[in-house]
């Protein structure tokens, strides 16, 4: 099987104590174990799984001719008590404004789940989520 897309390369320069500053492209973005000078690399993939079905919803409503004029997404997740302490139970809460049906919403999210987003087929898939949303008027 042939790879659809060119290797993705990033890379990481340590900086000291527990920070690293990540170049990925173009785009810098610190991180730090400690979280004292940046997020820790687990806040970082909390926020690339929300990122990555925001865009998705986004991506999926405006193409079916619906208007989304906000959407903020809240991740919650729950983790195993021992190492490597992973994540065991995700919730992500996505609130939305525009002109849609909960129909349209419930299927860009599954959707999003089930084929377009890369960052949870690449979570191990043992791992409860939990989806919700609301539309505000």
Not at 32 to 60: E, F, Q, R
């Amino acid at each position: 099987m042939t790879d659809a897309r060119p290797p993705l390369v990033a890379t990481l320069e340590w900086d000291g104590e527990q920070q690293f500053t990540g170049q990925v492209g173009k785009h810098e973005v610190g991180m730090d174990g400690s979280a004292n000078a940046a997020p820790t690399p687990v806040h970082l993939l909390a926020l690339s799984l929300a990122g990555c079905m925001a865009i998705d919803l986004v991506h999926i409503l405006t193409r079916g001719r619906h208007t989304v004029t906000s959407l903020r997404t809240t991740f919650t997740g729950h983790r195993a008590a021992d190492d490597p302490k992973r994540f065991t139970r995700i919730r992500l809460e996505f609130v939305l404004a525009g002109q849609m049906l909960p129909e349209h919403v419930e299927r860009a999210i599954q959707l999003s789940r089930e084929k377009y987003c890369s960052v949870w087929n690449t979570f191990r898939q043992d791992i409860e989520l939990e989806v919700g949303f609301t539309i505000e008027v």
